[in-house]
T-cell receptor, first 115, second 112 residues
Framework: NSKVIQTPRYLVKGQGQKAKMRCIPEKGHPVVFWYQQNKNNEFKFLINFQNQEVLQQIDMTEKRFSAECPSNSPCSLEIQSSEAGDSALYLC?????????????FGPGTRLLVL | DAKTTQPDSMESTEGETVHLPCSHATISGNEYIYWYRQVPLQGPEYVTHGLQQNTTNSMAFLAIASDRKSSTLILTHVSLRDAAVYHCILSGQQGTGSKLSFGKGAKLTVSP
């Protein structure tokens, strides 16, 4: 069973507000992924880290999203100015190396609703 | 772009054995086959994975075709708790930062 912890489980924001969510990866997992699952249950990869360094990120993440994984602190994903289209389930996953041979374990997600 | 093909849905009854098929005709030699399942309001749960050989664990048996172009997840003695959307995914390339590309998955319904 996954031991990835995500907080908060639910987040409600108004348009234009900041929305911040946190993720504690499984102990010993240096690679962290963030995904977005929309209301149509479609997944979108956002960004991933190895320790504190960004490995990959999509364009959307570069513009309105910021993410970090500081040493000895939870990872976080923040939307600078929330839009209605950002309403989704945000999933954090962690793995040993992020390579194809290492399983990604998911947390329960943070469900964001932007009014 | 999804690289796997699954049926949209499957139905079963408690106690039955269910075979969930997945086609991945363009799989690369170093890609692993992963299966996750997801219930509403929860993140995806890891079920199993394999590269070439069949694998088994407490949750399921994964049968991989000899040419690796298809696989079947076999759930024995299914219960209501097995009702979920099952995703068959090919892992990315070897090395760090290999993101997963989820498709729609196959919704398994289990009747009492």
């Amino acid at each position: 069973n996954s031991k990835v912890i995500q907080t908060p489980r639910y987040l409600v924001k108004g348009q234009g507000q900041k929305a911040k969510m946190r993720c504690i990866p499984e102990k010993g997992h240096p690679v962290v992924f963030w995904y977005q699952q929309n209301k149509n249950n479609e997944f979108k990869f956002l960004i991933n880290f190895q320790n504190q360094e960004v490995l990959q990120q999509i364009d959307m993440t570069e513009k309105r999203f910021s993410a970090e994984c500081p040493s000895n602190s939870p990872c976080s994903l923040e939307i600078q100015s929330s839009e209605a289209g950002d309403s989704a389930l945000y999933l954090c996953a962690s793995s040993l190396s992020g390579g194809g041979q290492d399983t990604q374990y998911f947390g329960p997600g943070t469900r964001l609703l932007v009014l | 772009d999804a690289k796997t093909t699954q049926p949209d849905s499957m139905e079963s009854t408690e106690g039955e054995t269910v075979h969930l098929p997945c086609s991945h005709a363009t799989i690369s030699g170093n890609e692993y086959i992963y299966w996750y399942r997801q219930v509403p309001l929860q993140g995806p749960e890891y079920v199993t994975h394999g590269l070439q050989q069949n694998t088994t664990n407490s949750m399921a048996f994964l049968a991989i075709a000899s040419d690796r172009k298809s696989s079947t997840l076999i759930l024995t003695h299914v219960s209501l708790r097995d009702a979920a959307v099952y995703h068959c995914i090919l892992s990315g390339q070897q090395g760090t930062g290999s993101k997963l590309s989820f498709g729609k998955g196959a919704k398994l319904t289990v009747s009492p």
